[in-house]
């Protein structure tokens, strides 16, 4: 009966599982949903940019980015294994740099920047603890409590 609303996966015989699995994607569509929202706000600050003409942008944008989280999440999953090379990885100062940009961008389309100035001050913190290169993984690791 519930696959009307989606495919139905059995995640295992922990009952809190499914309950963490629930919160975690509604999290992932949260966030995305407040993207789009900050992501128009910003287009839509000039006067001639609709939210559904730059919606049109958008999706095929976000579509095709939505295609690297299998590579990210292997990422993840193999993060520590000798002589393994992350897929996906940048220097640190290339993403803070970016962070700094789009914070930077929002102030002047007149938008909260606060997840990026979030974003930004926790990359200068990773700066200053000697760390280089910004992985998957070390992006999960960081959103942990106590990182």
Do not use: C, I
Not at 1 to 13: D, N, S
Not at 30 to 55: L, N, Q, R, Y
Not at 112 to 139: I, K, N
């Amino acid at each position: 009966m519930f696959e009307v609303l989606g495919a139905a996966k059995y995640v295992g015989a922990d009952t809190g599982l499914a309950s963490l699995y629930d919160l975690a994607l509604l999290s992932g569509m949260d966030h995305m949903f407040a993207g789009f929202f900050h992501s128009v706000a910003m287009a839509t600050s000039h006067k001639d940019v609709t939210a559904a003409g730059f919606t049109e942008l958008l999706v095929p944008w976000l579509t095709n980015m939505a295609r690297l989280l299998p590579v990210l999440a292997t990422d993840v999953d193999s993060d520590g294994e000798h002589g393994k090379q992350p897929v996906y990885a940048q220097g640190l100062d290339v993403v803070l740099a970016a962070a700094r940009n789009l914070a930077q961008a929002s102030r002047d389309a007149g938008v909260h920047p606060d997840h990026f100035e979030r974003s930004a001050a926790d990359l200068e913190r990773q700066l200053a603890e000697g760390r280089t290169e910004f992985t998957a993984s070390a992006a999960v690791r960081a959103l942990s409590v106590g990182s």
